[in-house]
T-cell receptor, first 119, second 116 residues
Framework: GAVVSQHPSWVICKSGTSVKIECRSL??????MFWYRQFPKQSLMLMAT?????????EQGVEKDKFLINHASLTLSTLTVTSAHPEDSSFYIC???????????????FGPGTRLTVL | AQSVTQLGSHVSVSEGALVLLRCNYS??????LFWYVQYPNQGLQLLLK??????LVKGINGFEAEFKKSETSFHLTKPSAHMSDAAEYFC??????????????FGGGTRVLVKP
């Protein structure tokens, strides 16, 4: 099956620094990638949808300047948490999807997640 | 718009007993429905999905789910729980390409504890 990787799997940073998380589709071309945030013992909340070669679409309440998303190629999307603060500590999960013509729905394949801890 | 409600944030079952996780959805058009499993500090793994066709869907690890349009439900079951089934389970819905950009909406999750 389709494989999505994330790097790093965990990261600890100091308050005020920026952190970049990578999401890669390893064996398919991901025309769309999604970024989710998950707080402890809670569900996944969609942060943004990223289409290759265009600007990301952010969900309501998600700060665009805080969470920078780049989807420069069909296999790579990055999420940069700028000027991170302790409240940004969370589990970040990406998913990737290949758009196939004539199909009403395409499955999202999830990465293993990145745990961010901001001190 | 679509939404998902999972009844029960925690479920405790004995090993060998039936596992039943409840999911109800709300959507303006017939949805596509999914169950995912998440183990600690890991991403989501697809258990099964209902996109078209049969109302009873079989998935991996012995799980199955029944789509009941009249009840707007998609409950997940497994006849006999195993210790390895202890995890968090999420029900999710999407309306497909025609609406909401094929975004997934997740339920709140149900944590399953399996007692020996």
């Amino acid at each position: 099956g389709a494989v999505v990787s994330q790097h790093p799997s965990w990261v600890i940073c100091k308050s005020g620094t920026s952190v970049k998380i990578e999401c890669r589709s390893l064996d398919f071309q991901a025309t769309t990638m999604f970024w989710y945030r998950q707080f402890p013992k809670q569900s996944l909340m969609l942060m943004a949808t990223s289409n290759e070669g265009s600007k990301a679409t952010y969900e309501q309440g998600v700060e665009k300047d805080k969470f920078l998303i780049n989807h420069a190629s069909l296999t790579l999307s990055t999420l940069t948490v700028t000027s991170a603060h302790p409240e940004d500590s969370s589990f970040y999960i990406c998913s990737a999807r290949e758009k196939l013509a004539g199909v009403p729905y395409n499955e999202q394949f999830f990465g293993p997640g990145t745990r961010l801890t901001v001190l | 718009a679509q939404s998902v409600t999972q009844l029960g944030s925690h479920v405790s079952v004995s090993e060998g007993a039936l596992v039943l996780l409840r999911c109800n959805y709300s959507s303006s058009v017939p949805p596509y429905l999914f169950w995912y499993v998440q183990y600690p500090n890991q991403g989501l793994q697809l258990l099964l999905k209902h996109t078209t066709g049969a109302t009873l869907v079989k998935g991996i690890n012995g799980f199955e789910a029944e789509f009941k349009k009249s009840e707007t439900s998609f409950h997940l079951t497994k006849p006999s729980a195993h210790m390895s089934d202890a995890a968090e389970y999420f029900c999710a819905v999407t309306l497909g390409w025609g609406a909401a950009g094929n975004k997934l909406t997740f339920g709140g999750g149900t944590r399953v504890l399996v007692k020996p």
